[in-house]
């Protein structure tokens, strides 16, 4: 199964999809660190590479054709992306949506950042704006839209373990639904 977990910074989405990985014993791939790790190879902190990937597309198109190669080539696998739930939706057997207010977002941030909430504040917001403006330039997506999603889950007052729980139960159900509607139709034949 393929699943994909997007959302913005600070929402759980690393953390969920770690997890949600393990206890699956699926490949868990990351484009958030693949896209930190580039800033660090560039000397730059991620705020400052969202700032250059606004006018050089080929810093996103690097980290998505990576992530597209592991949707094509592997099974089991889970996809932690802010926007691989737009552009890969039709590959994966499930995307994800991750949200969270943006005060708890940043309070989330500064704590695993080791930075001031107001740093934490002031970088999600500058990365968001960044997001949004080079998503809609670049491929027409609007991050506003979760029509794409199957779940989205609003992360604020519910741990990490829980969030699992509720997504594996979602999947279960689906997949139960379908195979019975899919034996149902068969059936009918």
């Known amino acids: 199964m393929r699943i994909i977990i997007s959302g913005p910074p600070g929402s759980g989405k690393t953390s969920v999809a770690v997890r949600l990985a393990n206890a699956l014993s699926y490949k868990f791939v990351s484009a958030g660190s693949m896209f930190r790790e580039i800033a660090q190879k560039m000397g730059l902190d991620v705020v400052n590479l969202n700032r250059l990937a606004e006018t050089n597309f ?8 990576k992530i597209y190669d592991y ?6 696998i889970i996809i ?21 207010p943006l005060k708890i ?18 970088q999600i917001i500058s990365r968001e704006y960044m ?8 491929y027409g997506i609007d991050v506003n839209d979760l029509s794409v999603f199957d779940l989205v889950i609003n992360t604020s007052d519910i741990g990490i373990d829980e969030i699992v729980k509720v997504i594996l139960m979602y999947f279960s159900s689906v997949s139960r639904n379908s195979h019975s509607l899919k034996s149902s139709y068969n059936n009918d034949k």
């Not at 977002?105 to 002031?122: F, P």
């Open 58 to 65: 080929d810093i996103d198109r690097m980290v998505d054709k």
């Open 71 to 76: 949707i094509l080539n592997e099974r089991d």
């Open 80 to 100: 932690e992306s802010h926007i691989a739930g737009w552009l890969f939706r039709e590959y994966a057997d499930f995307a994800v949506y991750l949200w969270a």
């Open 131 to 138: 997001h949004y403006k080079r998503f809609k330039r670049f």
């Open 105 to 122: 977002r940043a309070g989330r941030i500064s704590l695993r950042d080791k930075v001031s909430y107001d740093e934490a504040l002031s």
